[in-house]
């Protein structure tokens, strides 16, 4: 066993690193050193002003990619500890990251390290320092690369917090898509005590918003829950009391099922609004993070499944729920599923992971890898 067998050290190392999206720090050459250390061939991957890694072991299919990103969000206000230093207190490791998704990363690492040098095929990580910005310039232009020089991948884990209580709770296998809308209504500025003389857009937007709010979207499907509309501001930009505002503004987030496309949708909502607003000056732009997309029931679910039933003693729930991630660009190329830590922290103030959720999802990770390359 080599020191890289456990995951707290090089877990402590990467929460150590601030690196607040997309800003690296210094973390993936953290994680470069260590995958050398195991014998990975890396390659330093900078798009923009963003920073990723691929690295890869062996040449041999199948190509079993572990995938995830070192970029962490603002540590925000409301900590007992330093957020960065990655303090361990009564066999508890707190820092930014720490579930979110660096204690991930580090127990696929340890994984690795414990696994038989005799394993069939390759093992390849993914790394981006762009996943939880805009994602523009990391897993998405890597992918690309790949591409470019023939290389693929034959299944893909995406260490993403997927517990909303215990580990082992559930897998994701799918995600809803994601839509977010700007619905801007025009009118004409005018005096409050002569509304006659203006042209109101508040009404219009409110129609338009009970519209867009009246019924539910569907009922959601087999494998998906219900879609939602939910609404994110309602602005007008408009300091004073005794004027009629020139112009009113909305923006929404739609998350759906595999009932709908973000082309769907978009032609939804515009022959809505205009059902509402007849004739109304009003612009509508949309921008789409991602579609839904749901991962076939095979050999690769099933291996994954089957290893948490065996460390664990729990069948996971196979779940589409919560938000996006970077699943959404890999689930063009291969097979993907996620499975990482318990998310009752992330983004929060003190996250943290208990050592023995760090350790059993090692031996997770280890068994998925020994059912899917072979011990």
Not at 86 to 112: E, N, P, Y
Not at 142 to 161: A, F, I, M
Not at 231 to 249: F, Q, R
Not at 316 to 323: D, K, L, Q, V, Y
Request: aromatic share 6%; with cysteine.
């Amino acid at each position: 066993m080599t020191e890289l067998s456990n995951p707290l050290g090089l877990a402590q190392r990467l929460i150590q690193r601030r690196s607040i999206t997309p800003q690296d720090d210094g973390c993936l050459d953290v994680l470069k050193g260590a995958l050398e250390s195991l014998g990975f061939i890396c390659f330093d991957l900078s798009f923009a002003d963003v920073r990723n890694l691929y690295a890869r072991r062996g040449t041999a299919a199948p190509n079993f990619c572990f995938a995830g990103h070192t970029d962490v969000v603002p540590p925000g206000q409301g900590w007992s500890v330093e957020p960065f230093e990655a303090k361990l207190i009564d066999d508890v490791l707190f820092g930014r990251g720490a579930v979110d998704m660096k204690g991930a990363i580090a127990a696929f690492v340890s994984a690795v390290a414990r696994l038989p040098a005799t394993h069939s095929g390759s093992i390849s990580f993914l790394i981006t320092g762009d996943e939880e910005g805009r994602a523009t310039h990391g897993t998405v232009k890597v992918l690309d690369w790949l591409k470019e020089r023939g290389e693929p991948l034959d299944c893909c884990l995406v260490g993403e917090p997927t517990n909303p209580r215990a580990l082992g709770d559930a897998v994701k296998v799918g995600r809803r898509g994601s839509l977010n809308a700007k619905l801007t209504v025009l009118g004409q500025q005018g005096h409050a005590a002569y509304p006659h003389l203006a042209d109101n857009p508040l009404p219009r937007l409110v129609r338009m918003l009970q519209a867009l709010t009246a019924e539910p979207l569907d009922k959601g499907s087999d494998c998906f829950e219900p879609s939602t509309v939910s609404l994110t501001t309602i602005d007008t930009g408009n300091p004073a009391t005794n004027v009629i505002p020139a112009w009113t503004k909305a923006g929404f987030n739609i998350r759906f099922s595999d009932r709908h496309s973000s082309a769907s949708l978009e032609g939804w909502l515009r022959a809505l609004f205009a059902t509402a607003d007849p004739g109304g000056n009003w612009q509508l732009e949309i921008e789409v993070s991602g579609e839904s997309f749901l991962t076939p029931q095979g050999p690769f679910v099933d291996a994954v499944c089957q290893a948490i039933e065996d460390v664990l003693g729990k069948k996971p729930e196979r779940s589409t729920s919560g938000g996006t991630s970077d699943a959404r660009f890999i689930t063009h190329h291969c097979p993907v599923i996620e499975f990482g830590l318990g998310g009752a922290t992330m983004h929060k103030a003190d996250e943290k992971v208990s050592l023995s959720d760090l350790e059993n999802l090692t031996r997770v990770y280890l068994r998925i890898l020994e059912r899917v390359l072979g011990p």
